[in-house]
């Protein structure tokens, strides 16, 4: 068997040996130099004991062991709690539903190939899309409970915000990346942009607007149980609570559960994502 598996890696093909070409080698291996030297001299400049993470593994698994465990399980089985769960996946969803229904149409607007007006209205979707992508969720959070004070309200929009950009993005570049023949078809018969965009876009990019669409709540969830810890209210405001109580069981607790749902959340979408895939 051997004797066989060397005459056949004999007889196959031969090494092909590569000179040093210069200068397209040499740029390349001098960038790939120069990203290394960078990085050793931003960790040389911020001063990170790069030390410390040897150590700092006994140090997290003390910090597990000794603070956080036992997890106070009966406290995130209160009813109180679980009304807080509910808070927050009501949260997720309002805030992924009114931002994929506006994303649509600014995605629209942000699509070069589709745009209405390719000097006004594309700049200004690009420029609303990007506005809504560049801040963090947690920053929207914190400037609508300033403006609207502590609740779900503010949640609900900044997670609204967060998901019109998330979602516009990716709906825009799914509209520059349809076959342009069925649209230069129904524009030859005199149709306008809205009988276009129906007829000739929405039946290529159904099936992927419904996993974006599915991703995008998925995302909006893990965001949901964050943002309630700046105000929002929810599970991210029993989190905040504990933390600064220095409560660690029930922190413990109150992460586990954030965890498991995040974990449910993530097989519903993937089987969600899955029975969209079998329907193209």
């Known amino acids: 068997m051997n004797a066989q598996t060397n005459s056949l890696s004999s007889q196959g093909a031969p090494r092909e040996w590569r000179r040093f070409h210069f200068p397209r080698d040499f740029v390349r291996w001098g960038a790939l130099l120069g990203v290394l030297v960078f990085l050793a001299w931003t960790t040389e400049y911020l001063g990170i004991p790069l030390e410390r993470f040897v150590t700092m593994w006994p140090k997290l698994f003390g910090v597990f062991t000794n603070r956080y465990y036992p997890p106070d399980i009966n406290y995130v089985l209160d009813h109180d709690y679980l009304a807080s769960v509910v808070d927050t996946i ?131 969830f893990r965001a949901a149980t964050v943002v309630g810890f700046f105000g929002a209210g929810g599970m991210g405001w029993y989190l905040k609570r504990n933390v600064y109580q220095i409560e660690s069981e029930r922190v413990a607790a109150i992460l586990l559960s954030i965890i498991a749902l995040v974990m449910v959340s993530e097989i519903v979408s993937a089987w969600a994502r899955a029975r969209v895939a079998k329907a193209k």
């Not at 992924?96 to 994303?103: D, H, N, Q, S, W």
């Not at 965009?197 to 709540?217: D, E, K």
Request: overall charge neutral; hydrophobic content about 60%.
């Open 90 to 220: 009501q949260m997720a969803y309002l805030g992924m539903l009114f931002g994929v229904l506006a994303a649509i149409p600014l995605a629209w607007f942000a699509a070069f190939n589709m745009s209405p007006n390719r000097f006004v209205i594309y700049p200004a979707g690009r420029f609303v899309l990007m506005c809504a992508r560049a801040v963090h969720e947690t920053i929207w959070t914190i400037l609508f409970v300033t403006i609207l004070g502590f609740g779900m309200l503010a949640g609900v929009l900044a997670l609204t915000v967060f998901c019109i950009g998330f979602a516009g993005k990716l709906f825009a570049e799914e509209i520059e990346a349809i076959d342009p023949g069925p649209v230069e078809a129904m524009r030859a018969t005199g149709a306008n942009q809205i009988q276009v965009m129906l007829y000739g876009v929405w039946p290529q990019v159904r099936v992927a607007f419904t996993g974006i669409a599915i991703y995008t709540w998925d995302v909006a």
